[in-house]
T-cell receptor, first 112, second 113 residues
Framework: KNEVEQSPQNLTAQEGEFITINCSYS?????LHWLQQHPGGGIVSLFM???GKKKHGRLIATINIQEKHSSLHITASHPRDSAVYIC??????????????FGQGTILTVHP | DAGITQSPRHKVTETGTPVTLRCHQT?????MYWYRQDPGHGLRLIHY???????DKGEVSDGYSVSRSKTEDFLLTLESATSSQTSVYFC????????????FGSGTRLTVV
């Protein structure tokens, strides 16, 4: 069983829909990261969080440490949000800025 | 990303030849990492560095070596390239001063024929 599990693996939405991507992990962590990768592109860090909730534009990330679960929400989705979203965790005992273990990614496609 | 560059961006090499990939940062970040990304496996850590001349192995380090003689440069060497090392390689940097934790390079697509 992977230490970091994402769901769904694939997600298709219509423009304007509210989107949720989930991430569960099985180990203690120092921080959880959400990353975005466009097809053929590089990887961009969206959020780093160790508790609570963060918001950046139409993106919201939440984490529940007790339940070992995080969600990434996209409000008013747009075709330019189409990308792979990756959850990654830094292990407990390390720094929040240390090496990461990654989920398999969620492929999001938003149709106009 | 403006603060981190990888070279080359693309490379085709023959089995058995040595290959060196370069990661250069201008952010003065302490931590540097090399990851590989493969379909079905996601991103996996090859080697990382927590300071000049301080490096350690990741989960898929066999066949790879690294060096960090300056804060800004982290080199990944495939000592004798094999077809199983065909992959996309990403360098990343991190530091306690960064709000986002991590910054990734644009990647190097390596093909071993």
């Amino acid at each position: 069983k992977n230490e970091v599990e994402q769901s769904p693996q694939n997600l298709t939405a219509q423009e304007g829909e509210f989107i949720t991507i989930n991430c569960s992990y099985s180990v203690g962590i120092s921080a959880l990261h959400w990353l975005q990768q466009h097809p053929g592109g590089g990887i961009v860090s969206l959020f780093m969080l160790s508790s609570g909730k963060k918001k950046h534009g139409r993106l919201i990330a939440t984490i529940n440490i007790q339940e070992k679960h995080s969600s990434l929400h996209i409000t008013a989705s747009h075709p330019r949000d189409s990308a792979v979203y990756i959850c990654a965790v830094g292990s407990a005992g390390g720094t929040s800025y240390g090496k990461l273990t990654f989920g398999q990614g969620t492929i999001l496609t938003v149709h106009p | 990303d403006a603060g981190i560059t990888q070279s080359p961006r693309h490379k085709v090499t023959e089995t058995g030849t040595p290959v060196t990939l370069r990661c250069h940062q201008t952010e003065n970040h302490r931590y540097m990492y090399w990851y590989r990304q493969d379909p079905g496996h996601g991103l996996r850590l090859i080697h990382y560095s927590y300071g000049v001349k301080d490096t350690d192995k990741g989960e898929v380090s066999d066949g790879y070596s690294v060096s960090r003689s300056k804060t800004e440069d982290f080199l990944l060497t495939l000592e004798s390239a094999t077809s199983s090392q065909t992959s996309v390689y990403f360098c990343a940097i991190s530091d306690t001063r960064s709000n986002y934790g991590y910054t990734f390079g644009s990647g190097t697509r390596l093909t071993v024929v």
